[in-house]
């Protein structure tokens, strides 16, 4: 905990998946007020969303102090995404490489455009901290998820909104299984065990058979890259012990 950082008032980027949780839990044990944001934008794994209110009711039940920082959730509509890409985020297509190197699963802009409305929320809200789980180590390949996106995007927005916003990535320099063992730094095995059963990662949305590392449909991107990072979170701990 660092007792300087507490004053801030942070805007967690909050989707109801592994990562963005392991990121409300690190907000939660530095800000002393944190709110969260999601974002409908006709995504396939609504599920996400739908899993929120639940997630969000557990882990204000973890101690009194994270009940007592965790302030608003805002959840706002970007169907306008759904609109401008064709993606397989978005669509009901296969997900495949594309000759740009990206998988389909890429929705230009969506990163920038999140983060370009969390600014403007955090205005209206008197927030200075948006955070959110970009990660580069062990990520997609998506473009919108490098720290020097995040960092340029950072002056973009404090120089268009005249505000000196922080944009805090803790993610962004851990794999899978480092994300899951900052998960159990921060709140123990209860708070691993509650992000392993209740966030969703699947591309696809499904929420179906429960795996060793959550639910999933066990054959996606998103479930590969889980299901990995769990396996490497466990034999790590193993060799630990
Ligand atoms: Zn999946």
Not at 110 to 120: E, K
Not at 224 to 234: H, I
């Amino acid at each position: 905990m660092t007792p300087s950082l507490l004053q801030h008032r942070a805007l967690v980027l909050f989707s109801g998946g592994q990562d963005s949780t392991t990121c409300l839990a690190w907000a939660l044990s530095r800000y002393q007020t944190v709110e969260t944001l999601g974002f409908d934008y006709g995504q396939r794994h609504a599920i996400e969303l739908a899993m929120r209110p639940q997630l969000l009711e557990k882990i204000r039940a973890f101690s009194p102090e994270w009940d007592a920082r965790l302030g608003q959730d805002h959840v706002l509509d970007l169907s306008l995404i759904s609109q401008l890409s064709h993606t397989a985020m978005t669509q009901n297509i296969a997900i495949e490489m594309l000759e740009n190197g990206l998988p389909n699963t890429f929705v230009p802009g969506r990163n920038l455009m999140f983060m370009m409305v969390a600014a403007t929320l955090a205005y209206r809200r008197d927030i200075s901290v948006l955070v959110g789980g970009m990660c580069e180590t062990d990520f997609s390949g998506y473009p919108d998820c490098r720290d020097d996106s995040m960092k340029a995007l950072q002056v973009a927005l404090n120089l268009g909104m005249a505000t000196r916003l922080n944009i805090e990535t803790p993610l962004m320099w851990l794999d899978k299984a480092d994300t899951w063992q900052l998960a159990e730094k921060l709140g123990g095995s209860p708070l691993v065990e509650l992000i392993r059963t209740d966030t969703h990662t699947c591309y696809l949305g499904e929420r179906g058979q429960m795996h060793l590392w959550g639910h999933g449909c066990g054959i996606c991107p998103a479930c590969e890259l889980r299901a990995r990072g769990y396996q490497a979170y466990q034999q790590k701990a193993l060799t630990n012990s």
